[in-house]
């Protein structure tokens, strides 16, 4: 199985990387199970996945894997949750909006439309009264076509801060996304993606085969010698398909 990286891999500051469809196109046609991951938690499942078909990119339902899903799968009926999330992330969860009762968890996601402070302090308070936080990915800067923003992971650390308590974190690189998303024994799932705090780390640390690509977020990590190293680096995600073929 083949787990590629949406943002800063496939696709980089809003633009498809060049030769990404027709690498998705190549690998599938050598036998390659290939499904795409995202901390994207700013989107449904449903939504992302129409996005990025309109970027050309060969993906269907049920072959992007997010936190927003990761969280869907681990909730159980009896689970009542307060959503620190925007308008689409919440309605997704809504199956989980406590009816009564305090909740048992408190979900952060991307809540750059509608953060404000009496949200931000139900969630601390729910979280010190006992609720489980769960972050839907703990990022601290996103890239976009206008720059670089505040990620879902300054929200979580201040909820963390005054509450004394620390998150479960969903998305990458929780060991919970990579047994989610990847669905097959570690030694035979390679993991793409230009991220070495995220893509490689939960790649090296779950046992699959780690590549960087010199795409996305490489350019800013690559002097940091600390950060965990891939087993293979290509210059983009259409070079995939070759490296494989290549291994014996």
Known sequence: MILLDLDGTLRERGEVVPGAAQAIVELRRAGHTVRVFTNTDSRSEAALVQRVRRARIPVALGEVFTPVVAAKRLLTPDSRVL??????????LAGHAPPA???THVIVGDCRQTLDYPGLDAAFRAVRNGAELLALQRGR?????DGD???TGAVVAAIEYASG?????????SPDFFRLAAAAPAGRVWVVGDDRTTDILMANEAGATSVQVRTGKYADQ???GDLPRPVHVIDSVADLPA???AQP
């Open 165 to 173: 308590r620390s998150a479960r974190v969903l998305g990458k690189p």
């Open 141 to 145: 800067y996103f890239r976009a076509a």
């Open 101 to 103: 009762g305090d909740p």
């Open 222 to 224: 690559r002097a940091a």
């Open 243 to 245: 490296l494989l073929a």
């Open 83 to 92: 959503v620190l999330a925007d308008p689409e992330v919440r309605d997704d």
């Open 149 to 151: 923003h505040l990620d």
